[in-house]
């Protein structure tokens, strides 16, 4: 089992068993451990419709936050779980500025992963960028983290690509007005 080398807290690597990703943070959750599981919403092909589905930006690992004084014992038995990842005969830490980067790269969008998906024709408002306060209208997606956009700029319609992390749905009373 690995040793803790200070009494503060870090946050750790853990590798899963192939494919349990999901069973192992469900199962750390469940015992009490704050977990950290980073996933990005994607799009699929799936029996020929496009589908928008989460996928782990690390398949097989989850990050832990553990401090000196938590019990370790019962993540080595817990299902789902492999190992911790270590370098130099320890556990691997992770700085706690590189899981903060992490969270706020995967949940950067401002279009939430509990909202329905887009459609074409779905009104956006640019919040981010020298495009910031403009109005458009969805197109299609580009990619897992980018969107076709027309706007209505410079006495024309304009196709811009952009990254959905820059958009918002705008109010539904707002919406309404369009």
């Known amino acids: 089992m690995p040793a803790i080398s200070s009494e503060r807290s870090n946050w750790y690597l853990l590798q899963c068993k192939p494919h349990q990703d999901e069973r192992a943070h469900l199962n750390l959750r469940q015992q009490n451990y704050t977990v950290y599981h980073p996933q990005l919403l994607t799009e699929r092909v799936i029996r020929g419709k496009q589908q928008q589905r989460r996928e782990?930006?690390?398949?097989?690992?989850?990050?832990?936050?553990?401090?000196?004084?938590?019990?370790?014992?019962?993540?080595?038995?817990?299902?789902?779980?492999?190992?911790?990842?270590?370098?130099?005969?320890?556990?691997?830490?992770?700085?706690?500025?590189?899981?903060?980067?992490?969270?706020?790269?995967?949940?950067?969008?401002?279009?939430?992963?509990?909202?329905?998906?887009?459609?074409?024709?779905?009104?956006?408002?640019?919040?981010?960028?020298?495009?910031?306060?403009?109005?458009g209208v969805f197109i299609a997606s580009h990619g897992a983290e980018r969107v076709m956009i027309l706007l209505q700029f410079l006495n024309r319609e304009q196709t811009v690509c952009m990254p959905l992390s820059d958009l918002t749905r705008p109010h539904s009373s707002f919406q309404a007005n369009l």
Do not use: M
Request: glycine share 12%; net charge negative; proline share 9%.
């Open 56 to 135: 782990s930006l690390f398949p097989g690992y989850l990050f832990i936050h553990l401090g000196g004084n938590d019990n370790w014992a019962p993540i080595r038995f817990t299902r789902g779980i492999s190992r911790f990842v270590e370098f130099n005969h320890g556990p691997a830490t992770v700085a706690e500025n590189v899981i903060e980067h992490l969270r706020a790269r995967c949940s950067g969008s401002s279009i939430s992963h509990n909202d329905p998906p887009l459609t074409p024709g779905d009104h956006l408002q640019i919040n981010r960028g020298p495009l910031s306060g403009l109005e």
